[in-house]
């Protein structure tokens, strides 16, 4: 039971959040689930961190998040590095061995043909990965070269072919990048057309500042998608969907 | 015995320090206390994080915090969430019998007139609560359109009627609000001005920001009373306020 | 073992990672070196913290560094307050008592003749101390006046006198100090300079936000020494090295 337990909100559907992890230690995720394990749904070992983390300990995390039904996966970065060096089935098979049972599909910072990217995304579904997929380049001049149709077209390809999420590159920074400005602030004409031409549960936006995450829950809805969220953040972001910080009071 | 004992300077009345805890877990705070929960006298359950964690755990940490003679209180929204809805007698109710001795009276997203708000806080001593109040609005647009002579006397009322601090909002981010202006800064008018218009240790500033903090210390003196600390400042925090750290260094 | 052992890219010659503390938990400490202890090289203890922390706390930490091989020191603004109140000599024998084998000498808040200068750095390298220095002022308007001639000739002349490294001072912010400009952003004019006018395998450079780390690290390679890196940034600091992050993949 839930303190203020008066006070309780039922979401009738809980939006997805992913949670950002740099390298947790095992004994800390062991104690900070215990306070909010119940509202992540996916954690993101961030871009390669995993792999200059001992294995048994990469291991040991995937498995304590497990324990609260919060399926671990690595950073589309890795991926993009494996895949560019030709190795793309060893990336699968480490993940596998790992314990890892979600992957995600980028192009962030490599080039890949849309047959490529459908290749890639098929192949991983066969393997019986969750597959997360992401639009949006790491550097700030490539990804202003996107065009929002290109995104938009992207995004329902990715869907299509079968990935279960599609994610919405917004980086650690959440500046200068897809939808948000050099301030961080969300580019409201692009965001309108965006939301009416995706199907928002496959959705998932990046929202790394309290701000953003404001704007999403007011314009689409408490149980909006959203990732990229501090470790530190998780209860504070289940308060504004439900209502419970000065930003959202009244509003949701 | 502290480290380098030879540099120890006392200081005559310890200025109070209000951390900002969004979620700690109980195992992590038993650690973090041992090395700092000296330098701490309230804790604030920011906004209604109290009402997302287990009733168990609220009731864990209450304890542990009490060990170190720190008060634990749910944050103002809390308060306002609850009295909008009709339930303040519930909310008092709850505040005891999770061990709660502090409570926050504000009205940053609710509308309370004077009366109402001398009620509320009578009410509340009434009940043996420690009583802290804030003054301020949470919403930017709201809280420009309050004057700082509306601020003063708020500020002043609310102890007169007993309120044992006064608390001037600075939100987490410390911007755009209160004395602070778009950047962080202090607005230096109005900062002299209130200052020689309140009982200074009757009030606590918040300064989530280290300027900010410096500011106050410079300006006000070491032991002025600073609110919504994150909890990763406070060692930060006392060195500032003995001169231990370049930015007060000399100065203090 | 590494995860994505596959993906290894061994570094010939490891940069060096200083790491500023502010006051962890010895308990923390410990769960937190066990997922990336391999990669600091030294910890600061931020300027004064050490001395309002209790000594068994000091001490416990200082061990635990030690069988991470990681040297702790405590910060420069500690032996300026303790030099300029004479107190140099206690300094050293509290430094030695509680098990640091490194110090850091600097003048950021006080003023030191070369002469002094010269004498402090020797005695502390004759007591056996690994010596650091540092050069740059707290202050935005002393550093400002420090040329950048004099910062190279300073550099130099510790490492002539015997320092084991000299620190280039970016503060914890990153920002309006040394070779940072307001933003953060370094300047490129300064840097090159500096940069070919220096031994860089004696020198550190504090660099506390991820787009400084990221410049030094394209435009002096990925060993280059970084100081003031935020004890949760060590991994992401390790994979920028490696080229596993999308703002040095396939640069490195």
Redesign the interface.
């Known amino acids: 039971?839930?303190?203020?337990?008066?006070?309780?909100k039922s979401r009738e559907k809980l939006g997805i959040t992913v949670v950002l992890d740099?390298?947790?230690?095992?004994?800390?995720l062991r104690?900070?689930l215990?306070?909010?394990g119940e509202?992540i749904t996916f954690v993101k070992f961030?871009?390669?961190?995993?792999?200059?983390?001992?294995?048994d300990?990469?291991k040991e995390k995937i498995e304590i998040y497990k324990k609260y039904g919060i399926k671990a996966y690595?950073g589309g970065?890795?991926f993009?590095?494996?895949y560019?060096?030709g190795?793309f089935e060893?990336?699968l098979k480490?993940c596998e061995e790992?314990g890892f049972e979600t992957v995600e599909i980028s192009d962030?910072?490599i080039t890949l043909s849309l047959e490529e990217r459908e290749d890639i995304i098929r192949k991983a579904i066969e393997r019986g990965f969750t597959v997360l997929t992401e639009v949006g380049k790491?550097?700030v001049e490539m990804d202003r070269k996107i065009t929002l149709e290109e995104r938009i077209e992207l995004i329902n390809r990715d869907i299509d072919i079968g990935a279960d999420y599609v994610i919405v590159e917004g980086?650690?920074?959440g500046k200068s990048i897809g939808l948000f400005d050099s301030k961080g602030n969300v580019k409201e004409e692009d965001f309108k057309i965006l939301v009416n031409s995706v199907p928002l549960e496959k959705v998932i936006f990046e929202a790394p500042q309290?701000n953003q995450q404001v704007y999403f829950i007011l314009n689409i809805g408490p149980d909006v998608n959203l990732g990229n969220i501090s470790y530190?953040?998780?209860?504070?972001l289940?308060?504004l969907r439900?209502?419970?910080?000065?930003?959202t009071?009244?509003k949701v």
């Open positions: 039971m839930k303190a203020f337990e008066f006070l309780r740099k390298g947790l230690s095992p004994e800390f104690d900070y215990r306070v909010c509202y961030g871009w390669g961190t995993s792999a200059v983390i001992d294995r300990i990469v690595p970065t890795l993009e590095v494996s560019s060096k190795l060893e990336y480490e790992l962030g910072s790491k550097s980086r650690e920074s309290k530190e953040d998780v209860i504070s289940e308060t439900k209502g419970l910080r000065g930003d009071f009244g």
